[in-house]
């Protein structure tokens, strides 16, 4: 198969958070396609528990410094890099200090869903695609793993169609079984127009998004799914069924499986 320009857009990535299936596999899975020969990029959020020094994260200038509004506030981007030597992996953290630097992960010390979860993703969808515009590469495929990249699907559908770094992009969405504890308020609705991406589009949803309506969202404007853990949620499963796309079993030995998959998704242009 040709060589690819993949996108992982992920929730957790290990070493910089504590190990969990998705991390593991946000770790393995770019650096499996990087030794295949693809060519990669890496993002994830630089949440509060990830210990900067340790991890050598610095600051990119040139593409820090753009502001995102988000519910009519302005919120300034800030892009970090760092490397897994021993995956030789290169990661881009997208950083806010209300957002990311003073919190945990998706739940505060005691256990409790931050209540603008729903505002972080998209800070996060947009702060990404932003960069990745800045980087002025063309990704054929976005793979998207967590909760904090499920709005990604819909931003490149409607947002950012026409958009010339995305315009033939496909996009993957991994379904895990790590989900949130409570929805993401009344206003996710509101705070998700941008764009091309209007109100009317979100009406078949409820408008208290919870975790198995965000993953609704995300099959509904994704050209593939993958089954990551051996048990995901059933009904995110069976919409994404009666949705009629690509979906790809649970893989323990997953390289193989995901290549041809991607191949599927995105195939070699004749």
């Not at 993002?43 to 509004?69: A, C, D, T, Y």
Request: include cysteine; aromatic fraction near 10%; proline fraction near 4%.
């Amino acid at each position: 198969m040709a060589k690819k320009k993949i996108l992982f857009i992920n929730q957790e990535i290990a070493p910089y958070v504590p190990d969990s299936n998705m991390s593991l596999m946000g770790q393995a899975l770019p650096q499996v396609m990087q030794e295949r020969g693809h060519e990669i990029r890496t993002f994830m959020p630089k949440w509060g528990n990830i210990n900067e020094r340790r991890g050598q994260l610095h600051e990119v200038q040139r593409l820090s410094g753009m502001n995102l509004i988000i519910n009519d506030t302005d919120h300034p981007l800030i892009i970090k890099v760092a490397s897994i030597q021993s995956a030789r992996i290169q990661i881009y953290f997208i950083d806010n200090d209300d957002y990311f630097s003073k919190r945990q992960m998706a739940s505060d010390e005691t256990g409790e869903d931050y209540p603008d979860n729903g505002e972080r993703a998209i800070f996060f969808a947009r702060g990404v695609l932003e960069t990745v515009k800045k980087l002025r590469w063309v990704p054929d495929i976005i793979h998207c793993q967590g909760w904090m990249s499920a709005v990604v699907p819909l931003y490149i559908k409607t947002a950012y169609h026409d958009e010339p770094s995305f315009a033939n992009t496909k996009v993957v969405t991994s379904l895990f079984t790590k989900s949130l504890k409570k929805d993401l308020g009344p206003n996710f609705k509101n705070c998700l127009e941008f764009r091309d991406t209007k109100a009317d589009l979100l009406a078949t949803y409820n408008d208290n998004f919870d975790f198995e309506e965000l993953g609704k969202l995300a099959i509904d404007y994704s050209d593939g799914i993958i089954k990551a853990d051996k048990s995901v949620n059933k009904s995110l499963l069976k919409h994404a069924t009666s949705k009629k796309i690509p979906i790809l079993d649970y893989h323990e030995d997953f390289a193989d499986a995901y290549e041809a998959f991607y191949d599927q998704i995105c195939p070699d242009e004749e």
